[in-house]
C-alpha cells in the first residue's frame, strides 16, 4: 500500500510541475468519479524460441521496430515515420520508466504496438492492474497490444507477440504473466492455442469513488474451446 500511495503522489507532483493545478485536480476528480467493473483471465506463459517464418504476416512491406528510449522514438519521427496513431506524450512516459515498445509498420504506417516491462514501475505506465509479476525472478510482463484496424486479421498480433517474445528471451526472460478481459473472445482464443500458455487464475476488479478492489481466484484450467 505504501508503494502504492508513493507512486500516485509522484505521479501527481509530475502532472502539477508539468500541467498544472487545474489539470492535476481535474484528473483527481475524474479519478474519484470514474466506477469500473471487470472480470479478466491471468495467464502466463513459457517463453520458447520459435521459427520466425511460422509468424510472418499476410502483408507486404512490413517492418519493426523495438524502441527502448525516447531517443530511438524520436528517431522514427525524424526518418519520417506516422506515428500520429501513437499517444507520443504516454510512449515517452513509459519509455522514461523502462516499459519497451515494440511497434509493426505497413510502409511507414504505424500497424501495431505492444509493450513489455521488466520492473513494477514500468509495467504501472500501460496497465496499472494489481496482478503479480515476480519480476526479481525472471518474470515479465506484456499488454497494451493494439492493431491498426486498417491491417487487422493480417497476422500482425502473433508476429509481435513473436518479436517480443524473442526480445525477452535475449534478456534472459523465461516467463512472462498478463491479463486478458474475459469479454474478449478473440484474445481468449488466441491465448488458448498455446501449450506453452496457461490462464492460472480468473480475476475481480471494481473501482468506484478512488478505491479500488481486485480478488484473484485461482483455476486449473481453460478448455481450448472457451
Given amino acids: 500500500m505504501t508503494n502504492k500511495l508513493s507512486t500516485r ?3 501527481a507532483k509530475e502532472i502539477y510541475q508539468k500541467e498544472g493545478l ?5 484528473r483527481i476528480y475524474a479519478s474519484v468519479m470514474s466506477y469500473e467493473n ?5 495467464y502466463e506463459e513459457i517463453l520458447k524460441h520459435g521459427d520466425e517464418a511460422d509468424f510472418t504476416p499476410r502483408i507486404n512491406n512490413f517492418m519493426h ?15 519520417g515515420f506516422d506515428l500520429s496513431l501513437l499517444d507520443i506524450k504516454q510512449a515517452r512516459c513509459s519509455l522514461e520508466k523502462g516499459a519497451i515498445l515494440t511497434l509493426i509498420f505497413v510502409e ?7 509493450w513489455l516491462a521488466m520492473t513494477e514501475e514500468a509495467k504501472n505506465t500501460f496497465n496499472n492492474y494489481p496482478y503479480k509479476v ?4 525472471n518474470k515479465a510482463c506484456r499488454g497494451g497490444a493494439w492493431t491498426n484496424p486498417k491491417y487487422r486479421r493480417q497476422g500482425l498480433l502473433l508476429y509481435g507477440r513473436y518479436i517480443r517474445q524473442e526480445y ?15 469479454t474478449n473472445t478473440a484474445a481468449v482464443n488466441s491465448q488458448s492455442k498455446s501449450v506453452d500458455r496457461r490462464i492460472y487464475a480468473t480475476a475481480r476488479y471494481i473501482r468506484i469513488f478512488g478505491l479500488q478492489f481486485w480478488k484473484e481466484t485461482p483455476i486449473k484450467s481453460i478448455e481450448n474451446n472457451d
Avoid: C, H, P, W
Fill in 134 to 137: 515476480d519480476f526479481a525472478n
Fill in 38 to 42: 471487470n472480470r479478466f483471465y491471468i
Fill in 9 to 11: 503522489f509522484t505521479r
Fill in 168 to 182: 525477452l528471451l535475449s534478456k534472459g526472460i523465461r516467463k512472462t504473466r498478463g491479463i486478458i478481459m474475459t
Fill in 22 to 26: 487545474v489539470t492535476l485536480l481535474k
Fill in 65 to 79: 521496430r523495438t524502441i527502448e528510449t525516447t531517443q530511438q522514438l524520436d528517431e522514427l519521427l525524424n526518418e
Fill in 108 to 114: 511507414r504506417e504505424l500497424s501495431y504496438r505492444g
